[in-house]
C-alpha cells in the first residue's frame, strides 16, 4: 500500500515536471502530489497510533503479523 502512494506521488511530481507549458496538466499533477502526500501520511499515522495503543496496553505479539 505504500508502495501506491510513493507511485502516485512519483507520477504526480514527473507529470508536474514534464508539463511546463500546459497549465491544466500541471495542476492535475499537483492534484496527484497532494493525493500521494496525505496517502503517506495516513499510513504513517495509522502505523503510529498502532504502535502507540500497542505499547500503552503493554500488547506483545507473537508472530511478526503487523510488521514491527
Given at each position: 500500500v505504500f508502495a501506491i502512494a510513493l507511485l502516485v506521488l512519483f507520477y504526480g511530481i514527473v507529470q508536474f515536471i514534464n508539463s511546463e507549458?500546459?497549465?491544466?496538466?500541471?495542476?492535475?499533477?499537483?492534484?496527484?502530489?497532494i493525493y500521494g502526500l496525505v496517502g503517506l501520511f495516513v499510513m504513517f499515522s495509522a502505523y503510529g497510533i498502532i504502535r502507540f495503543i500497542l505499547n500503552t496496553f503493554n500488547i506483545h505479539l507473537d508472530s511478526n503479523y503487523l510488521g514491527f
Open positions: 507549458t500546459s497549465e491544466s496538466k500541471r495542476s492535475e499533477g499537483k492534484q496527484k502530489i
